[in-house]
């Protein structure tokens, strides 16, 4: 897969809604229902970070789940791109961007949302033919203000912005010309997942489609 290619799938993923939960799953026997809960309050595109032992196991089960569409976040390491291959993720997440890891992708034909802080990552992706980035962390690398001043001098760029993004300031990153969709993990709360409150996260997936502008 070509950067180009991978870039247009990636940004197909992220025009499927407003949204993209940001998953942080500690026990594999929640991924089904909440992958169902998310998915029917209309948000598809679904992040799995690499940050729990689970993580791939979820990603497996999520993978089950008509309508979903499951990505593994934080990858890092060729072996990350190859596990999350295996378990079935569609897209993948990285917090920045070495050569090394956009060769793995670029050789597992999986579509990465690489990530980005500053215009001079964004032009170096661009310059090898990712125009659609991650821009990480976003609060605290100057929120939408920022990333609106990033994308001035690069439209050719569409973004991602993830990392302290919540319900409150989403539109404002959402009203952004060049924001595709935003990440969060707010749809998902851990206290929901474990109480297994499926109606709950689904109510906050439908707070989030409503974002759209």
Request: hydrophobic letters at 45%.
């Amino acid at each position: 897969m070509t950067p180009q290619e991978a870039s247009l799938r990636a940004a197909e993923i992220c025009r499927l809604a407003p949204v993209v939960p940001v998953l942080v799953v500690d026990d594999a026997a929640h991924a089904q229902p909440l992958a169902e809960a998310l998915v029917k309050g209309g948000l598809p595109a679904l992040e799995v970070t690499l940050r729990t032992d689970a993580a791939l196991d979820v990603i497996r089960e999520m993978a089950k789940v008509d309508g979903g569409v499951v990505g593994a976040g934080t990858l890092l390491t060729p072996d990350d791109v190859k596990a999350a291959v295996d378990a079935g993720a569609k897209f993948g997440v990285s917090p920045g961007a070495t050569d090394t890891l956009l060769d793995a992708c670029e050789e597992a034909g999986l579509p990465l949302l690489p990530g980005v802080a500053t215009s001079t990552e964004a032009m170096r992706l661009l310059e090898r033919g990712y125009t659609t980035q991650k821009f990480f962390p976003a609060e605290a690398n100057g929120g939408a203000k920022a990333l609106g001043a990033i994308g001035a001098p690069l439209p050719q760029v569409k973004f991602c912005p993830t990392g302290g993004v919540s319900l409150a300031n989403a539109p404002d990153y959402l009203g952004l010309s060049n924001t595709l969709c935003v990440g969060g993990s707010w749809v998902a709360p851990k206290t929901l997942v474990q109480s297994g409150d499926w109606a709950g996260i689904e109510k906050l997936a439908r707070e989030a489609v409503a974002l759209q502008v």
